[in-house]
């Protein structure tokens, strides 16, 4: 085989292990994604068997991250990435970790559900709740396909939905606590949906961090800690 036959191979192989990488990761999302929908599903129609389904498969993402970091720090010390390919490893790991936090707080709902389960449903039936674990769980879904696509548009606007997220939590902040000034004997309730509600906003925060990853991954910017108004003024310079 000639030398330039032999770089391309050596090429063909490291997209490969790449793309590979890629999909895993993807794969990982899909358990996370599933865990989500089911935590919520579970708090909200009080279904302790699915909670403990939910923090059971905590395990497969813990596995799943340590899977990938460690396919993550092969490729870096045989291939040695430079530039996008860099950056990608980056992402990846950066990802993967967001992702395993994610699984963390779809735990915390699924747990929360089990003690909620065993109160008093409230008349709105955790319709606020619900409202809110949709939401994150289609920035999950969309963040995982602006990474799956490259695509710093689909992150942005995946990006913009956290606000809306924010705004839901601390109006059923302000519920909780009006309830429990109204009604002692509710406050452990009142917290657990407030520890809730916590999870899930967080969810979201960490769906926004991934399509942060997305953009320093096509862009080569790093767009941590400043607004949506500031990231899309970067992009345009």
Request: charged share 30%; proline share 1%.
């Amino acid at each position: 085989m000639s030398k330039n036959n032999s770089g391309l191979h050596i090429s063909q192989q490291f997209n490969a292990e790449l793309e590979e990488i890629r999909s895993h990761v993807l794969s990982m999302g899909g358990l996370v994604e599933e865990q989500i929908r089911n935590a919520v599903q579970s708090l909200v129609e009080g279904d302790v068997s699915l909670a403990e389904l939910v923090m059971s498969k905590d395990v497969e993402v813990n596995k799943a991250e340590v899977s990938i970091d460690e396919e993550c720090t092969h490729i870096i010390a045989r291939r040695q990435p430079a530039a996008t390919d860099l950056r990608l490893i980056i992402s990846v790991i950066k990802t993967i970790t967001d992702l395993e936090r994610i699984g963390d707080q779809a735990e915390r709902v699924a747990r929360m559900g089990t003690r909620l389960a065993e109160v008093d449903r409230p008349k709105t039936n955790y319709t606020e709740l619900q409202n809110m674990g949709e939401r994150v769980a289609k920035m999950v879904h969309g963040a995982l396909d602006a990474f799956a696509r490259s695509d710093v548009e689909a992150a942005i606007k995946v990006s913009k939905q956290d606000d809306k997220v924010d705004q839901e939590y601390d109006g059923l902040m302000r519920q909780c606590l009006t309830f429990m000034m109204e009604d002692p004997r509710k406050i452990t309730q009142m917290l657990d949906i407030m520890w809730a509600a916590r999870a899930i906003e967080r969810i979201g925060d960490h769906a926004k961090n991934i399509c942060e990853y997305v953009i320093y991954l096509v862009e080569g910017k790093d767009v941590r800690h400043i607004t949506i108004e500031q990231i899309e003024d970067e992009l345009k310079a």
